[in-house]
């Protein structure tokens, strides 16, 4: 130990001294990587760009050029067989879940896993994303892990660990006896998987708290108890008043953040909007007047349609309807414009059983276009965490966030289950087109 510290004194003290090699001036300047890509979707362009030349300087996009010569000295990536794309970015995921479609499965997560286990397989969870291509995620609660969320980012952030760049939102809220667990004798105390909120004081507090902590976003659950009318509306209960709800937001707005809510229902969705919250998560409920309330609010709906169709038939019940509910909406809300992020609640489904990718079909099976579908989860979210000006294209400028597939995903979105090349900050994680 001794012997290593002075070796790396006298290598400090010497290294000052020595004269300047020659090439030291090129090895010092920033490393130059140009990518060429043979099809280019930016994220905002209509059309794809064939031959597109991509230069990239720390971790930063500098040049995008349609042809072009890559400069003398620059390390050079072959993608010219190959379609590059944003790197890809999922709105609404719990790293620290790894499916629930029983209370049982849920339960047993809370009750023999410990924190820090669940952290483990959350790092894991946040590599296998990034591998998937997904470069960004908004986490929207640790389903009881506390801030763990918060030490996961921390460490992808500092290089530890490789993973997805995270926005965390730490504990959720809802009042009491309105979240799992649920059901157990009124003997035992149980953990909760969100905070327990009652009252407007103590929501200000806890979105305080949760800010304190190291939440980038907030998140409420404005529902539960999901059920029809004959009508075919999907109707909620409420968990929160109005007030306690409008508290939660405007100390979120207060302290410079946004809020994600949870909503299913038709009236948990109206309620979210009438507090103020910034995004619908769920939203199968979702009926013509709550979309132009949505588009008029600028309000960000994140369908989360894998989910959906992983726990339904496990869930049986109002499931199946949620379904066929929330695609009717979908088709509608295309229709309409209202402005949908791409999200999948991976997390609610085992992360190593299915790839989150999978979301991108059904969002073209439910009335977008391929390239509507991918802009929901490049530029479109990127506004929706209101980075635009750092993720979500491929424009001069923007952190050098890059995936690449072997094929068109304009013919065939099941392409982004396939990526095969993933960049981050101008870091490879990925490269099997090599
Ligand atoms: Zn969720």
Redesign the pocket.
């Known amino acids: 130990m001794r012997r290593t510290l002075v070796l790396l004194i006298v290598i400090g003290l010497a290294a000052p001294l020595a004269p300047p090699a020659a090439g030291q001036a090129a090895a010092q300047a920033p490393k130059v990587i140009a990518i060429r890509a043979g099809r280019l979707i930016d994220g905002k362009s209509d059309q794809p760009v064939a031959n597109a030349l991509i230069l990239i300087e720390g971790g930063k996009i500098v040049s995008v050029t349609p042809g072009g010569t890559p400069p003398a000295g620059a390390e050079i990536i072959d993608l010219s067989r190959a379609t590059v794309l944003p790197g890809l970015i999922d709105t ?3 790293i620290l879940l790894q499916g629930d479609i029983s209370a049982a499965d849920y339960d047993e997560q809370l009750l023999k896993q410990s924190t820090p286990y669940r952290a483990i397989l959350a790092a894991r969870n946040a590599r296998l994303a990034l591998l998937n291509g997904f470069t960004t995620m908004r986490d ?2 640790t389903e009881g892990a506390m801030f763990a969320d918060v030490d996961v980012k921390t460490a992808i952030n500092r290089g530890e660990v490789p993973g997805s760049r995270l926005i965390v939102s730490t504990r959720a809220m809802a009042p009491t006896g309105m979240y799992p667990l649920r059901g157990y004798s009124w003997e035992l105390e149980m953990p909760h998987g969100v905070q327990v909120v009652d009252g407007v004081e103590a929501a200000r507090k806890a979105v305080r708290e949760q800010v304190m902590h190291g939440a980038d976003w907030i998140k409420y659950y404005s529902d539960r108890s999901y059920y029809f009318t004959p009508d075919g509306v999907v109707h909620s209960w409420l968990n929160f008043t109005d007030e306690e709800a409008r508290a939660i937001v405007e100390e979120t707005h207060r302290l410079g953040k946004k809020v994600a809510a ?1 909503a299913i229902g038709s009236d948990g969705i109206a309620a979210a909007l009438r507090a103020g919250a910034d995004t619908i ?2 939203g199968h409920g979702l009926t013509e007047a709550l979309m132009d309330e949505m588009i008029q609010k600028k309000v960000y709906w994140v369908p ?1 349609v894998t ?1 959906g169709v992983y726990v339904a038939p496990g869930r049986g019940g109002v499931w199946p309807g949620l379904m066929e509910a929330e695609q009717a909406a979908f088709g509608l809300a295309v229709k309409k414009g209202v402005k949908i992020a791409f999200g999948t ?1 991976a ?2 489904f085992d992360w190593t059983k299915l790839n989150q990718a999978v979301e991108f079909k059904y969002y073209v099976d439910y009335g977008m276009t391929p390239m509507q579908a991918i802009r929901s989860a490049t530029s479109t979210a990127a506004e929706l965490l209101g980075w635009q000006d750092r993720i979500g294209t491929i424009e001069v400028g923007k952190l050098a966030d890059l995936v690449a597939v072997s094929g068109n995903p304009l013919d065939d979105i099941t392409e982004l289950q396939r990526v095969k090349f993933v960049m981050k900050d101008g870091v490879v994680y990925r490269n099997d087109l090599k």
């Open positions: 609404h995921t719990h929207v609660e949870h998560e769920h989360t989910v609640d997390g609610g």
